[in-house]
């Protein structure tokens, strides 16, 4: 009997086994890289329990990055993938229900940081979100904030100025997209409605893949531009072929040049082989681009490419209004040598259609139909020993092709036998005038026999030409320990060569398209010399205890030589080793951060950073006034050539402080305060006629203008971030930016009619300064859910306080105004208020954006700028007039499937 009892027993329970092995499951799949889809060797494989199990179990990947879970029973899982050097990334609600077989799939994305702290990041459709966020206090020894391609993707950006709105302090209220000219200013204090023009957005440097995009070649002045040179039209770089950007504020590396604000350090897409199509649309802008790629034989070779086009109809009511970017570029990359040698060869090509067609009473027609195209060649090779030579040589070519077209209102008088085939009749009149006509620029009357008064007339101006920019940079890297003391040693070289070729801007010299008084003539680009750039730099970052704490010194001295001349030592201005046309400079430049307890550090940075002047000021156009020649009683014709070819580039020296605090694991906070002084910028002086012989020279008729090194700026202002990792899905960001700035010049005002008005005005006299502050409060919070596939941002910005004001310090005098007020009124006023404190205080918007999965390969994004359309109405206290700071609402919609 006993032996039956336990015979039964023992029978139940192998039976239970045996159920109990067919209910479980086998749970198997392989850990790829999400770009390329290639094996990942010897990642680890978790599963763990969510809901209805206690099962848990981790295994490695083999060679093919293959692995299994055998005896899985019922119920909830996660099935979690982690890699050395990449983002770990997680399977959420994987349910089993019974036995069988489950193949799953997990990709991993790289870690550009190179780290082993498994950090956590996954796809929302072809988002790349980095769950646990940047950074909580800043890593690098110089004030860097960086921007991935996930937040650019979720911003739903058009283009890399929209992208740079995520830079804290800088404005939010613009409409994103194509509409108008972006530019950047870091460090900038603007009325958001002006736009940056001139020297706020010239002194930032636009760096693309190692390549600087420089505007000081361009030689528009009539047509396309104004002689007041800008920086980088933004619009021309696509946003969704950015994987990144760093934007440098702080005391940068010697490595960088051109500079005087900042650094926008872009790196693209290069590389990447996985297909994505994304379009976009919103009322401004509507577009769709497509990046993909091949690898080739062993993955050794790898071709990526990028399309883009975009479209923007600006005034909807007028046809014809539009700007239109199409974009290409392709990257060609293979190692050598065992991998010691990099190689990429790169190709962009970028064609703008920015077209106004003649719709309204003004026959107004504008088109810029040109394009631009560069070649990349970039190597890298690294030794036994690990130095590491980097060489980066690059052609850039822009083709011009402007063409405007306007009606002129003004009376034109021609000889009564002049050919009128070529003038449209259908909106102008053609009267003949007998015995008398008026000399332009006089009020002379010259008694002829009759002529043709012709009103008003069609004009065209007229831009062709190109640019060109050979560039080439060497660096040289290597590390050397001696003791306990680590050096990262930096050398290079780099030379440019631009120069301007072509036609240029050609004006009809009867009907001019500045009215029959101007004094703008054609001229070609050929005439312009070649500008020529040298440039070596070296630097070493050291790293050893200091109190048992770290501290990193980064030193390094840069030398730039712009458009020599002659080797010739001299002391007259600074030391300098040559005679060169826009000087010569040694720019010292020093870092330090020490690690003052495990959470506290100190960071302080000085250094000068030098911009080369632009071809538009070193060679402005020349000034042609008609007048009449009383000795043969002819039209004759005088000019000005207002060229300054010493005109030298201008310096910034700057220094800064911060204090970098990480409270907790999640919480962490930074203070920065910085300086900087920007002295010998252009700026554009008037002289009379006959200056040369006789300084006191009163000439009203004849003025001319040049630029000379005059112009000063100092900027100073205190940074204050606040961030936190991930709590709870839930992310912060708090940043309190407060700028000042003042502007001015050295030289003096010349004033022709100085006498007209008060008897104690003077010839020449001070120009005014301007100052402007303002403090700009950031708040962002952000909700990210991986199981629903769900990011929401929020953005909150609001101006405490913006105000600026001219101080005049010419002489004065008391008069009254329109109603019936007192007021001084300086030399050099416009108008009677110009002298008073222009006050913005109170702007605020919200912007909220959102972006959500559709399955494993898809996405949809929304994004709702200026939330309940506040427009920020400023009413002039002075005029009455109304200005809106923001934006109007504004919203876009944006949809990207993985190929």
């Known amino acids: 009997m006993k032996k039956t009892q336990r015979f039964i027993i023992c029978f139940t329970l192998l039976f239970m086994m045996f159920i109990g092995q067919l209910s479980a499951a086998t749970v198997r799949g392989y850990v790829r890289n999400y770009n390329g889809n290639s094996p990942i060797i010897e990642a680890l494989v978790a599963i763990e329990p969510q809901k209805g199990t206690e099962f848990r179990a981790q295994t490695m990947t083999d060679r093919d990055g293959f692995f299994e879970f055998k ?12 890699k050395e050097c990449f983002y770990s990334n997680s399977l959420f609600d994987f349910y089993i229900s019974d036995e069988g077989v489950y193949n799953v799939k997990v990709k991993l994305i790289e870690n550009p940081k190179g780290t082993d702290d498994m950090s956590y990041c996954f796809m929302i459709g072809g988002i790349e979100v980095e769950a646990a966020g940047r950074d909580i206090v800043p890593e690098e020894i110089a004030t860097t904030r960086k921007i991935d391609a996930g937040e650019i993707d979720h911003l739903q950006a058009s283009n890399l100025g929209d992208v740079l709105t995520l830079v804290p302090g800088v404005e939010k209220s613009g409409q994103m997209g194509l509409a108008s000219q972006q530019n950047v200013g870091l460090r900038k204090v603007k009325r958001s409605d002006s736009g940056l023009y001139g020297f706020d957005s010239f002194g930032t440097s636009v760096v693309v893949d190692g390549n600087e995009i420089s505007g000081d070649m361009q030689a528009s002045g009539y047509v396309s531009g104004t002689g007041d040179q800008s920086g980088t039209d933004l619009r021309t770089i696509p946003a969704d072929n950015i994987k990144s950007v760093e934007v440098i504020t702080g005391i940068a590396s010697v490595e960088y040049g051109n500079f005087t604000d900042g650094i926008v350090k872009v790196e693209t897409k290069k590389g990447s082989v996985n297909r994505r199509f994304k379009a976009k649309f919103n009322p401004d802008t509507k577009g769709f681009s497509y990046n993909g790629g091949y690898k080739f034989g062993d993955d050794n070779t790898v071709f990526d490419y990028h399309v883009n086009y975009s479209y923007s109809e600006r005034d909807l009511r007028e046809i014809g209004d539009e700007y239109q970017r199409i974009y290409g570029s392709a990257n060609l990359s293979r190692s050598f040598l065992d ?10 090509y970028t064609r703008i259609f920015d077209d106004t ?5 003004y026959h107004m027609q504008n088109t810029d139909r040109g394009f631009s ?14 130095v590491r030579y980097e060489l980066l040589a690059g052609l850039d070519y822009k083709n011009e092709d402007v063409v405007k077209q306007k009606m002129v209102t003004d009376q034109l008088f021609l000889p009564m036998d002049a050919d009128i085939s070529s003038i449209d009749q259908s909106y102008c009149t053609i009267t003949p005038i007998y015995d008398t006509v008026y000399v332009a620029d006089s009020d002379t009357i010259d008694y002829i026999d009759s002529s043709l008064m012709v009103y008003p007339y069609n004009a065209t101006a007229t831009q062709n030409g190109e640019e060109w920019d050979v560039s080439f940079k060497l660096k040289r890297k290597s590390t050397v320990e001696l003791g306990k003391t680590k050096n990262n040693l930096l050398f290079g070289f780099e030379t440019d060569y631009e120069k301007n070729t072509g036609e240029g801007v050609v004006l009809d010299s009867v009907f001019n398209y500045y009215g029959n008084e101007s004094t703008k003539r054609s001229y070609s680009f050929d005439n312009f010399p070649a500008n020529i750039k040298f440039s070596i730099y070296a630097e070493d970052k050291i790293s050893f205890k200091f109190f048992k704490r770290k501290m990193d010194i ?33 720019s010292p430049r020093f870092n330090i951060k020490y690690q003052i307890s495990d959470d506290l550090a100190l960071r302080m940075g000085v250094g000068q950073s030098v911009k080369s002047v632009s071809l538009t000021q070193i060679y402005k156009v020349p000034m042609h006034i008609a007048y009449l020649d009383t000795s043969t009683n002819q039209i004759a014709e005088k000019i000005f050539y207002q060229i300054n070819e010493n005109l030298k580039s201008y310096v910034s020296q700057k220094a800064e402080g911060s204090l970098d605090w990480r409270i907790n694991d999640l919480v962490g906070t930074s203070l920065t305060g910085y300086y900087s002084h920007t002295k010998d910028r252009p700026q554009s002086v008037n002289y009379p006629d006959g200056y040369d012989i006789n300084p006191d020279t009163i000439n009203i008729q004849y003025i001319y203008s040049i630029y000379e090194n005059a112009g000063w700026a100092d900027d100073y202002g205190a940074e204050l971030t606040f961030r936190t990792k991930r709590i709870n899905d839930l992310k912060y960001a708090l940043n309190a930016i407060y700028r000042f700035s003042r502007t001015g010049s050295d030289a003096s005002i010349y004033d022709s009619d100085y006498q007209a008005t008060s008897s104690n005005w003077e010839l020449w006299y001070p120009k005014y300064v301007e100052w402007q502050s303002k403090l700009v409060l950031d708040g962002q919070i952000s909700y990210l859910n991986q199981r629903f596939g769900l990011w929401v941002t929020m953005d909150v910005q609001y101006t405490p306080f913006y105000k600026r004001q001219k101080i005049f310090s010419s002489v004065g005098v008391e008069q009254t105004n329109e109603y019936g007020d007192a007021y001084i009124n300086y030399q050099g006023m416009s108008y009677w208020y110009d002298a008073e404190m ?14 959500k999965s559709l399955g494993n390969n898809a996405e949809v994004s929304l994004y709702i700028n200026n939330f309940f359309d506040n427009r920020a109405t400023y009413v002039s206290p002075f005029t009455g007039s109304q200005i809106n700071l923001n934006s109007p609402i504004y919203y876009g919609l944006e949809m990207s499937v993985q190929l």
Not at 71 to 82: D, H, L, Q, R, S
Request: glycine residues 10%; hydrophobic residues 35%.
């Open 838 to 851: 222009f006050n913005y205080t109170g702007q605020w918007l919200m912007n909220l954006r959102l972006s």
């Open 357 to 361: 067609e003649p719709n309204n009473e």
């Open 554 to 586: 980064l030193i390094g001295l840069r030398y730039d030589l712009i458009n020599p001349e002659k080797f010739k030592i001299s002391f007259d201005e600074g030391f300098s080793l040559f005679d060169a046309k826009q000087g010569d400079f040694f």
């Open 71 to 82: 005896e899985v029973p019922e119920g909830t899982y996660k099935i979690a993938g982690m």
């Open 373 to 386: 195209t560069s070649g990349k060649l970039d190597l890298k090779y690294t030794t036994d020993n690990n």
């Open 339 to 348: 991998d010691k040698l990099d190689s990429r060869l790169g190709l962009t």
